[in-house]
């Protein structure tokens, strides 16, 4: 079973910030926090990663509470072309800890 | 980011026929292949592990007989759908990584669309 809780949907206006929560209160220190996103009828493109800092990269930023407990992928200026389904995902390292496991993840709806 | 492929994107096939689809990492060597299966307006399910050279892990309730997996190489693995039925029809994704490294990025193949007659 997925180790995190998502919002089922969301909507955002094109050109504004998405912000895209995630509760993964049962983490343990070993485990990373993963963002990937398929848009329709595609494989899963990877997004971000982190472990307790908060990261960005070109796609994305994710804030990640102090407690680790939840975490925040923000989308700086979305656009039509991030209309997708957004996964959080806990991951561990090594072995089956590794795997993916994939929950429903939220499906973003970016409007013009 | 790393390439990988899948072949054929698509396929449609009879009732008790068997499909083979390839996954390949183009422009690394994936010691470790994912193979997922997604239904319609659902997540992906992890379907099995397969380790270059080695047999594959099979989820819980995954028949491995029924999906073969090979692995023969560091840039390919096979899933091949043995006497497939309706209920097979779904949207095969693979995914390749290499655990060689500190770092073990999955990466994620487009997909194969099999429908089943």
């Not at chain 2, 997604?38 to 379907?47: T, V």
């Amino acid at each position: 079973d997925a180790k995190t809780t998502q919002p089922t949907s969301m909507d955002c206006a094109e050109g504004r910030a998405a912000n895209l929560p995630c509760n993964h209160s049962t983490i343990s220190g070993n485990e990373y926090v993963y963002w990937y996103r398929q848009i329709h009828s595609q494989g899963p493109q990877y997004i971000i990663h982190g472990l307790k800092n908060n990261e960005t990269n070109e796609m994305a930023s994710l804030i990640i509470t102090e407690d680790r407990k939840s975490s925040t992928l923000i989308l700086p200026h979305a656009t039509l072309r991030d209309t997708a389904v957004y996964y959080c995902i806990v991951r561990g390292r090594g072995g089956s800890q590794g795997n993916l496991i994939f929950g429903k993840g939220t499906k973003l709806s970016v409007k013009p | 980011g790393a390439v990988v492929s899948q072949h054929p994107s698509w396929v449609i096939c009879k009732s008790g026929t068997s499909v083979k689809i390839e996954c390949r990492s183009l422009d690394f060597q994936a010691t470790t292949m994912f193979w997922y299966r997604q239904f319609p307006k659902q997540s992906l399910m992890l379907m099995a592990t397969s380790n270059e050279g080695s047999k594959a892990t099979y989820e819980q309730g995954v028949e491995k007989d029924k999906f073969l997996i090979n692995h023969a190489s560091l840039t390919l693995s096979t899933l091949t759908v043995t006497s497939a039925h309706p209920e097979d029809s779904s949207f095969y994704i693979c995914s390749a990584t290499d655990l060689r490294g500190n770092y073990n990025e999955q990466f994620f193949g487009p997909g194969t669309r099999l429908t089943v007659l």
